[in-house]
């Protein structure tokens, strides 16, 4: 269930490329600091579900 629920850091910083965001925009649209997103992409902390959630949003809302 784990797995299911988690995103790596190899896809969170391919979502971020793919949306053609700096981290810093990334930060700006997950409401956290940069930092945080650069020790997403680097697995110094894992990713919560929330913010994978919130990647998922934003990808639909994008779409749009």
């Keep these: 269930l ?3 629920n988690t995103m790596t850091s190899k896809d969170f910083r391919a979502w971020r490329l793919a949306m053609g965001w700096t981290q ?9 600091h940069r930092k945080t997103v650069s020790n997403y ?5 894992p990713i919560p579900v929330v ?11 994008a779409a749009e």
């Design 24 to 32: 810093a925009v990334a930060a700006e649209h997950l409401n956290i």
């Design 2 to 4: 784990d797995r299911i």
């Design 41 to 45: 992409e680097r697995s110094k902390v």
């Design 51 to 61: 913010v994978k959630l919130a990647t998922k949003e934003l990808t639909r809302v």
